[in-house]
């Protein structure tokens, strides 16, 4: 069952007032949950969601989005999380026919295939856009809620069309893309009615994909190729079993990567992230660090298998959330106070179903 969490003032902790600000004021972000605590709500969604065959997962989502969210501090008040478990569930279950009528209608129409491919690129853009939206609907920050305005074509652009010409360009426009695509998400999310602003610099783009992925990628291709090259030409005692390595040495080039390159476009968008005349925002996200933490949480969840999931959990978001911050340049409390007076009534009754998960 859904639990709403309201805003809580911590008084636990020394924090900034919040009144009218003469000069910018720097408020930490914070996140007070821990392992123990995720442990107990962690066990009891996988066991149930075991015993109801994956139909109490919807359930098990708002309680872990709840307990992520309320535990997730900018100053001293939290976000709150509003979705129900019957939403989600019925989002899930109405994809859950699209697929058996899409396997039964392959199986005996194999034909179609292609068409269903077809229909799905072109209806996926819907799919992203109501997951999105469903997402920043279901959060608030002290009782203001946040939305999502991207439009359809625009996101068939950056996640349908984008990618492949990424590829096509041998990664030569995916530093312009990428500053396109932070922009384009940070400035279709709103807090209340107040539009969130993004200028990041193309430059700046190009400046993290060399030093993010051109540059890694050579080091590590010369360490793989040397040996073999050497092996290749008689100056190695390598046995044949080398060659075997090569696309392991591939897979984790990939991941190392795209992995420092994503977390220096989020610092990126982070940095140029601005609500209004009232707040900006900053990222201090040490790629390398940050890295390191994932990786170790993976092989640590595998070797447990999966009891340090809630742990692993927990050390990302503690990790994310110390290395973030905000700037407030104006008196928040009367910017609270207008947003939730001119909220629409509309807004606070809206709800879609649950989608795709898309995140930065």
Request: net charge positive.
């Amino acid at each position: 069952m859904s639990q709403r969490i309201e805003p809580t003032l911590r008084k636990n902790k020394e924090t900034q007032p919040e009144g009218p600000i003469n000069r910018p004021q720097s408020s930490a972000v914070t996140f007070e949950g821990t392992a123990s605590e995720y442990f107990g709500i962690w066990i009891v969604n996988v066991i149930l969601s075991i015993i109801t065959i994956g139909i109490y997962s919807a359930w098990a989502k708002v309680k872990r989005e709840t307990y992520f969210k309320s535990n997730l501090f900018i100053g001293k008040y939290n976000f709150g999380y509003h979705a129900t478990g019957f939403q989600i569930f019925k989002g899930r279950l109405i994809a859950f026919l699209v697929l058996i009528v899409i396997n039964i209608a392959t199986t005996f129409l194999p034909l179609i295939s292609p068409l269903i491919v077809l229909v799905f690129v072109f209806w996926a853009p819907m799919l992203i856009n109501n997951s999105m939206r469903f997402s920043a609907r279901m959060t608030s920050y002290r009782n203001v809620r946040f939305n999502w305005s991207g439009t359809y074509w625009q996101s068939f652009w950056f996640f349908m069309i984008a990618p492949i010409i990424s590829i096509v360009s041998l990664g030569i426009l995916t530093p312009l893309i990428s500053k396109s695509y932070y922009a384009y998400f940070a400035r279709s999310h709103s807090y209340g009615t107040s539009q969130f602003s993004c200028e990041p610099r193309t430059r700046d783009y190009y400046f993290a994909y060399v030093v993010g992925v051109v540059v890694p990628v050579l080091i590590i291709v010369s360490m793989i190729a040397a040996p073999f090259a050497a092996y290749k030409f008689g100056y190695s005692k390598f046995g044949n079993g080398f060659e075997q390595f090569i696309p392991l040495g591939i897979i984790f080039t990939l991941f190392f990567a795209a992995s420092v390159y994503k977390t220096l476009c989020r610092n990126l968008m982070m940095r140029s992230l601005q609500l209004s005349d009232v707040a900006q925002f900053d990222s201090s996200i040490h790629p390398f660090a940050y890295l390191w933490i994932r990786v170790t949480n993976i092989v640590a969840s595998i070797f447990t298998l999966g009891l340090l999931i809630p742990w692993a959990s927990i050390r990302d978001h503690k990790y994310l959330s110390d290395c973030s911050k905000v700037l407030l340049m104006g008196d928040i409390n009367k910017f609270i106070d207008k947003e939730t007076n001119t909220k629409s009534s509309f807004g606070e009754e809206f709800a879609e179903l649950e989608g795709f998960e898309v995140t930065i």
